[in-house]
């Protein structure tokens, strides 16, 4: 249970965090490099799943 409650601060500090950076250009641009960043990861990943199931359909 405690762990569960750890993490839902988490995200409830993640959130409000992102809403105070939003509110300045220098915060807007940080979220931008950071959702780019992670975009880019998610994509990257993405694509090895795929290329993964692929092999194994084919192989």
Do not use: H
């Not at 995200?11 to 939003?22: D, T």
């Amino acid at each position: 249970m405690g762990k569960v409650l750890w993490l839902i601060v988490g995200v409830l500090a993640g959130i409000v965090l992102s809403q105070q950076l939003s509110r300045t250009p220098g915060g807007r641009r940080v979220l931008a490099a950071v959702n780019g960043t992670a975009g880019e990861f998610v994509q990257t990943f993405a694509d090895s799943y795929r290329a993964r199931l692929n092999e194994k359909d084919n192989g």
